[in-house]
Structures are given as structure tokens and as C-alpha cells.
């Protein structure tokens, strides 16, 4: 199935979820996975909704993406590799907050979509997105760079920042 240039980042979660249930119960080859999953990806909203999806699911294809899953994220390394920095990090920084507020559910969730990031990452062994992790790296430690603005952006404090940048540090080759 291909999916159109025009979706919605709703639809593609509705999409990605009916896709994780066709991975899962067997219903789709590994030829039609890369195939579907290379066309919701090419577009930013279509990835959005995937990774959204896809991060935070209890699932073994998150645990052990396929080859499929993995050469289909490769063909949109730029989006791939933004969002991946992106849910990384601000995953690591939202289980801090969720534990300071003693919302332990909402803290493992966000240490979930953590470690499925970093697990994700170390899978994909993407150029661009290893260059992503080291502005990220960069912006973090300076307090200057590509993703500055992102992070002023969301007002990160110091210990959020610190646990970024492990996290961040812990994936790159």
C-alpha cells in the first residue's frame, strides 16, 4: 500500500497502528512492510506519526525491528534522523519531569520511548543521523548550535540538559 504525500499526522497514526498490528499478527510480508513503510516515511507528518506510534508501543518489532523496518526508515534519512535526535532526547528530559511530579507511569513511559529511541538509533547506524546526535551534542554543551533554539524553545534546565547529553553521548558510534 502506498500512502499519499498529503497525510495528515493523524491519519498516520492511525495508519501506524493498524500497520504494528499487521507486523505483528503476520499479516503483512516483509516486502510490502518496507514497501508501505518507505512511502509513510518520505513525508514529515507521515513519520511523525509513525515514530509517535512506533516508539511507544509494547511490541517486539520495536524491540527487534526487522531488516524491512530499518531499510525503509533508511530512505528518508533526513526526517529519520531529526525526529530520532528529537524523540531521544526530549523523551529523556519529559521521564525527569514526570518523576519530579511523582507521576511514576508517565515517567516510564517517556524512559520507554527513551530507551526505544537509543535502541532504534544504534540499529539504523545512519551518517546523518550520527551527525544530528554530535549538533546535538554540541548544542547542549554550549549552549549554541543547530538545535539551540529547540531547546530555549521547550526551556530545558540544567539537569534535563545533562541527562540529554548521556543520552545523546551513550549513542553515537
Known sequence: MVVSDSITFEEAINFTQSLLEEIETGKITDEKLE????????TMNGA??????????????????SQSILNALKTSPEFVSELMVK????????????????????A???????RNSANLINKLQLDLLQAKLQEMAKSLSTNSGEYQEF??????????KQA????VISCQN
Open 87 to 106: 524523540n531521544l532526547v526530549m523523551s529523556t528530559a519529559m521521564a525527569i519531569t514526570h518523576n519530579r511530579n511523582s507521576d511514576s507511569e508517565m
Open 35 to 42: 514497501e508501505t513503510l518507505t512511502s509513510l516515511v518520505k
Open 48 to 65: 511523525r506519526g509513525f515514530f509517535v506510534t512506533y516508539l511507544t508501543a509494547d511490541l517486539s518489532c520495536v524491540d527487534n525491528p
Open 164 to 167: 540529554m547529553l548521556e543520552a
Open 108 to 114: 516510564q513511559n517517556s524512559q520507554k520511548v527513551s
Open 151 to 160: 531547546l530555549a524553545k521547550w526551556g530545558y534546565d540544567d539537569e534535563q
